[in-house]
Each structure stands twice: as C-alpha cells, then as structure tokens.
C-alpha cells in the first residue's frame, strides 16, 4: 500500500511540475534528447544493440521447433512405453541445445558489433 501511494504522489507532483513548466520546457527537454541520441557514440551502441537483437532472433526459432518436435515425439513414446524417463531426457537435451544455440547466436552478435566498432569513423574525427 505505501508503495502505491508513493507512486501516487510522485505522479501528481510530476503532473503539477509539468503543467508548470509548460510546452516550452518540454521542447528544451526533447532538443537536448535528440542531440544526445544522434551523438555517433549513441548510434554505435545502437547498432550494436540492433545487430545482436536480429542475430538472435534468427537463431532461437529453428532451435525451438526442433526441440518442440523432439518432445512431441518423446512424449508419444512416452504414451506408447508407459515411462517418463525419455520425456525428461529428451527436454534436458533440447534445453541444452537451446542455450548452446543462444550462446552461439549471442557469441556471432558480439563478433558482428565489434567489428562495427573497429570500423572507421564517418564522421572525419
């Protein structure tokens, strides 16, 4: 409950502060955003962010349909022999195949954003 009400409050102090400081303030704030986020050191960061994120994305589905179809099939065995123990197994070996993927996925990401930040600066400095 203290929680929520501190919520509150801060909320209605930054709404009154807010109105105060007007339309004007807010254009200041959203200037001095802008300049930091087109900076070139932001933008690198960016691409580095947005390289990992596709190299990952591209990675992780493939492994996660073979390990959903390897449980499926492990579970109608299952069904079939009356037993757990493969189910378990097949799920441990898929997981571990999916951290493997994504360790892998994350390890090409961090090859791909260094060598964005060995290249050459564009900017003439």
């Not at 947005?50 to 390897?70: D, H, M, N, Q, Y």
């Not at 493969?86 to 070996?93: A, L």
């Amino acid at each position: 409950m203290k929680g929520k009400v501190g919520l509150v409050v801060g909320l209605s102090v930054g709404y009154v502060l807010g109105t105060r400081a007007g339309r004007e303030r807010y254009e200041q704030i959203k200037t001095q955003w802008l300049k930091v986020w087109h900076l070139d050191p932001v933008q690198r960061q960016v691409v580095k962010a947005e390289t990992f994120a596709k190299s990952a994305i591209v990675a992780v589905p493939g492994v996660l349909w073979e390990g959903a179809k390897r449980v499926g099939k492990a579970v109608a065995a299952q069904q079939q022999a009356g037993s757990g123990d493969d189910v378990r197994k097949v799920v441990r070996e898929t997981a571990d195949e999916l951290g493997d993927a994504v360790e892998d996925a994350a390890d090409a990401a961090k090859r791909a954003a260094d060598g964005v930040s060995k290249a050459p600066k564009t900017d003439g400095k």
